[in-house]
């Protein structure tokens, strides 16, 4: 497994565990002077967050290629056009968002004024995951930055090569006392933990989710928590099927399936998962060639440890497609299981891998009977051309997202939340959704001193009296 890394920090000097509090009280100062309530200086942070994006790419594609064999492809339209965008998309709107909001008023405050201030929280943290190590630490740095938070990042230490280049540039373009980078793995992060944040906002899995919030707890900091689960596919035979196969088969390939979102297994009949089958073996091959090891386009599995975990799965029901590994690349070849039951082990925990269960059903009310009986997963595909179907599928299934017809595609529409429920999450964010996650919504009433607002409201004054109170 990858080793635990420390990078480059604080004026090229590497933080230990025992520098945390120093760093947060710097960000805690920074947030203090009101420096990042100035929105002129958020917009200024998040074009100089675009520069680092512009002036580094290829820095940024040669480690997602280091940690994870990304392609260019998929490095360019996940983890760079994706927050390039976002970016861009909080430049455009950020005058707006900021604006106090102006609630409706009820009679009695006809004559004052009633308001909703937008308060950033302070000094707020996010942990990153590996798999899209760059786009799930920057996204949210760039909603706290954009709602006026200061901001203490610690990427995943999996992810080392984006790690470590994130701890270099973040202080060669962001302000140095508001925003910083902290690198480490379990036990600086068990370390970092113990301190007191204004927002803590996790992407990763389940499981970490619960500890990260029983650490919050002890200082009362609300969450984000972006987490997994199992997400899974219904299709029925109404679809076009070679569209249909090709898009959850590019759902589950993408990152070697390595995607919080990916397909995680298929609900359908027999006779659909014979096509599926069939058609997912011609697909593979016009994507991947006749040896799909030596496509470019296929990603490695992170590390050893989730290798060995995934190549355990592979003796779950009957291989259908692919089923081939090479431990010295920890390469998984896109796999298709068949006649799995509900009971393997595949199908207790999320697979986070090219392997793709198919469970049968005989129709849409058993599929949802499957799904509800399990954890809420956080995507949910639906592929039918019944639209009575399709809505009875949404009404009853509750999950973090739908797609229908597609995989992964719900994430890319900018004025969606995308976010978890149940074991997958607690909260939302991209866009407006991640402004508003990093924003705290301040009420606010401003009274005047009119005398004949003072008359009609001092009935509220002792003495009391049986009249006052009769309406
Ligand atoms: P992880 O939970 O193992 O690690 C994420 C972070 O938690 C890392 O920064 C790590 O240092 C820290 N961490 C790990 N163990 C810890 C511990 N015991 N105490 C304190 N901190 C600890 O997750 P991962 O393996 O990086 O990511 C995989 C999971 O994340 C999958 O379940 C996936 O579905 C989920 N995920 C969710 C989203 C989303 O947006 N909802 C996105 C990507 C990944």
Same mark, same amino acid.
């Given at each position: ?240 099927? &070679?569209?249909?196969? #090709? @898009?959850? +088969? ?6 070697? $399936?390595?995607? /919080? ?123 039918? &051309?019944?639209?009575? #179907? @399709?809505? +009875? ?6 999950? $973090?997202?739908? /797609? ?68």
């Amino acid at each position: 497994d990858t080793p635990l890394t420390m990078g480059p920090q604080l004026n090229g000097k590497i933080p230990s565990t025992s520098s945390y509090p120093e760093i947060i009280q710097k960000a805690r100062d920074a947030f203090q002077s009101g420096r990042t309530r100035d929105v002129t200086f958020r917009e200024q942070q998040l074009k100089k967050l675009l520069r680092l994006y512009e002036e580094n790419t290829d820095a940024m594609i040669a480690a997602l290629a280091a940690d994870l064999r990304k392609s260019k492809q998929e490095s360019v339209l996940f983890e760079i056009e994706f927050v390039k965008n976002d970016i861009k998309h909080s430049l455009l709107n950020l005058r707006e968002w900021v604006k106090p909001e102006k609630p409706p008023k009820g009679i009695v405050n006809l004559m004052d004024e009633v308001l909703i201030h937008h308060d950033p929280f302070g000094v707020v943290l996010i942990m990153g995951a590996w798999n899209y190590p760059l786009q799930l630490a920057l996204v949210p740095v760039a909603g706290a930055i954009a709602a006026g938070n200061c901001v203490i990042l610690k990427p995943s230490e999996v992810s080392e090569a984006c790690a470590n280049l994130m701890a270099e540039l973040i202080p060669k373009y962001l302000d140095q006392d508001c925003y910083h980078v902290v690198q480490g793995g379990i036990p600086e992060t068990t370390e970092l933990l113990k301190e007191r944040f204004d927002y803590i906002f996790y992407t990763g899995s389940t499981n970490v989710g619960k500890i990260v919030r029983a650490a919050a707890n002890e200082h009362l900091t609300p969450v984000t928590l972006e987490l997994g689960g199992k997400s899974p596919v219904y299709i029925d035979d109404t679809v076009n099927m &070679d569209i249909a196969v #090709r @898009r959850i +088969l590019w759902g589950k390939c993408i990152n070697a $399936g390595q995607t /919080c979102i990916a397909p995680d297994y298929i609900l359908c009949s027999k006779d659909v998962e014979q096509e599926i089958v069939s058609r997912a073996k011609q697909v593979f091959r016009e994507w991947y060639g006749d040896n799909w090891k030596n496509s470019p386009d296929f990603c490695r599995i992170v590390t050893d440890r989730h290798f060995r975990r995934l190549v355990g799965f592979l003796n779950n029901g009957k291989i259908a497609v692919g089923g081939d590994t090479d431990e010295s690349e920890r390469y998984i070849s896109p796999t298709i299981l068949v006649d799995v039951k509900p009971s393997d082990p595949i199908m207790q925990e999320e697979i986070f891998g090219p392997i793709l269960p198919v469970v049968n059903v005989e129709s849409p009310e058993e599929a949802i009977k499957f799904i509800v009986n399990r954890e809420k997963p956080l995507a949910f595909y639906i592929f039918s &051309d019944n639209s009575q #179907r @399709r809505k +009875l599928l949404i009404e009853n299934v509750s999950s $973090g997202g739908i /797609c229908c017809n597609d995989t992964l595609m719900h994430v890319g529409v900018d004025t969606l939340p995308f976010g978890g429920v149940g074991n997958s999450g607690m909260g939302a964010y991209h866009g407006v959704y991640s402004y508003n996650t990093f924003t705290h919504k301040k009420s606010c009433l401003v009274k005047n001193y009119n005398p004949l607002g003072e008359k009609i409201a001092s009935s509220r004054y002792p003495p009391y009296s049986d009249k006052k109170t009769t309406f």
